[in-house]
């Protein structure tokens, strides 16, 4: 029984440690990842299979925000436990789709051909229930290839595409700024500067949110800065 439970655990990477290597044939050539995106944000993305109703929809989102993620600086990367010939049919046949107002779609961005489940098994993209198709899992990878953000999703339920976009934006501001961000954040809202740390450090903050006009000070340890 013990043995039985050791084969069913899931092994998945955590938020702050690097990014599994692995090298993988795509429906752009083969990829060494991360080291062929250094210096790029990464969405690393998994869907249960090619040809499959919830998953179309998922690629045709992806492929109309395909500009906006490159404006971000960022890779989109998917996978699936599908052979790459499988793949290179359904990309091709997305074109012809029409949904939501998408249509004459094209897939930008490679996707994965991991009939061994060597990527699925490293990332933790296969769930109890299922030994041959993975999750709908999201891998958010900065420039340096450390796991920034992930997310789960049931294969009944497609994703929010707005919400992976706002959390790349959040994550390079949290870079760039220094700043936490709030419940419900979205670009353009204040954030939040880091809590003071000494006595001395929240008197000055204090003093600071009083002296400035673009501080919203709601106690010494929480204090919003309009977004510059």
Known sequence: MENQVQENKVNMPLIGERAPEFVASTTHGEINFPKDYEGKWIILFSHPADFTPVCTTEFMTFASMFDEFEKLNTQLIGLSIDSLFSHLAWVNAIKDYEWNGLKNLEIKFPVIDDISMNVAKKYGMLHAGSNTSTIRAVFIIDPKGIMRAILYYP???????????RMVIGLQKNDSDGVALPANWQPGDDVILPAPGTTDGIKERVKE?????DYNQV???LTFRKDK
């Open 155 to 165: 294969a009944s339920m497609g994703r929010n595409f707005d919400e992976i976009k």
């Open 209 to 213: 949110a009083k002296d400035n006009s």
């Open 219 to 221: 106690d010494w340890y």
